[in-house]
């Protein structure tokens, strides 16, 4: 399933509105999935960076009491961050730290989904073009253009993680337990 999703991301002229079709039409069934170990391991092992970064903001976009319609950028993942509440109620019975702990792991997958697909590796940086103009970019030593909502300040980081682990602790009604903390070290 994996590889035929990947494949049909990059058969497509445009790999993002590819990827945009098939993750609104996959997201109505993730929502479905009961468990959570079953979510991260569709999560975990989709080999399109692309894909799974749309699929997340999506969850994210639906978690949201207000979304927002700005594309996708490290500004929206601090969005997400500040404005989320805890990932809709799936089927199975699970307290509530553990579904803050779910959040965070997605909000950390997504942030290392969005960097593969436009910040990180030279290979991938230019995910969003198709296949035969991804090898000319790569040719030319083209860089991905950065948008000016990818340009976020370590206090704009500060400011929301504060924002957020207070907004937790008050729902948690309890200290932080030391999955939560670690995966909040690890997300800022």
């Known amino acids: 399933l994996q590889r035929m999703l990947s494949i049909a991301v990059e058969v497509d002229r445009s790999p993002t509105c590819s990827s945009r079709k098939i993750a609104d039409d996959i997201f109505p069934f993730i929502l479905n999935i009961p468990l959570r170990s079953q979510r991260e391991a569709l999560l975990n092992t989709m080999e399109s960076q692309l894909l799974r970064c749309r699929l997340l903001e999506l969850l994210f976009q639906h978690s949201c009491d207000v979304p927002t319609t700005s594309s996708m950028s490290l500004d929206k993942i601090l969005y997400f961050l500040s404005h989320s509440s ?11 730290w553990q579904r803050w702990d779910e959040m965070l792991q997605y909000l950390s997958l997504l942030l290392m989904s969005y960097q593969s697909v436009k910040l990180a590796f030279p290979l991938a940086e230019h995910l969003r073009s ?35 682990i207070s907004r937790m602790q008050e729902a948690l009604g309890q200290p932080l337990p030391p999955q939560i903390q670690e995966k909040l070290f690890m997300l800022q």
């Open 86 to 96: 805890v990932l809709p109620q799936f089927q199975d019975e699970t307290a509530t």
């Open 130 to 164: 198709s296949l035969s103009d991804r090898m000319d970019l790569i040719v030319q030593k083209a860089k991905p253009r950065l948008q000016d909502s990818d340009d976020i300040s370590q206090l704009d980081i500060q400011l929301k993680m504060n924002d957020f």
